[in-house]
């Protein structure tokens, strides 16, 4: 499985962002998909993951309310909106993909098998 994370840019805080990250095959019922990044210095984080078949989401506190994590099955692409963006986003965002996880470990970078490369993010104050 190959990702393909686009959409990344320089943006001021307040506004919004649209990432994508595009797969190069389908995914099944236990796939998760995932958002992680990683700030200059700082250790990688999740952001958000969703459940390929369901679309269960789950969110990491720090973006609640103003990130939204979605998928377009019929495209094998998944996409995380990003508003009302501060300056602690600026980070490289890497999409990751993985099969057989469940809802408790998908926060977990180690659970997933796939990643794209990271696209950066830069909001300015």
């Known amino acids: 499985v190959q990702l393909q994370a686009s959409g990344g840019g320089l943006v001021q805080a307040g506004n919004s962002l649209r990432l994508s990250c595009a797969a190069s095959e389908r995914f099944f019922s236990r796939w998760f998909m995932a958002w992680f990044r990683q700030a200059p210095g700082k250790e990688r984080e999740f952001v958000a993951a969703i459940n390929w078949s369901g679309g269960s989401t789950i969110y990491a506190d720090s973006v609640k309310g103003r990130f939204t994590i979605s998928r377009d099955k019929a495209k094998n692409t998944m996409y995380l909106q990003m508003n009302s963006l501060k300056p602690e986003d600026t980070a490289a965002y890497s999409c990751?993909?993985?099969?057989?996880?469940?809802?408790?470990?998908?926060?977990?970078?180690?659970?997933?098998?796939?990643w794209g490369q990271g696209t950066l993010v830069t909001v300015s104050s």
């Open positions: 990751a993909a993985g099969s057989s996880l469940i809802q408790s470990t998908a926060t977990t970078a180690s659970a997933y098998h796939y």
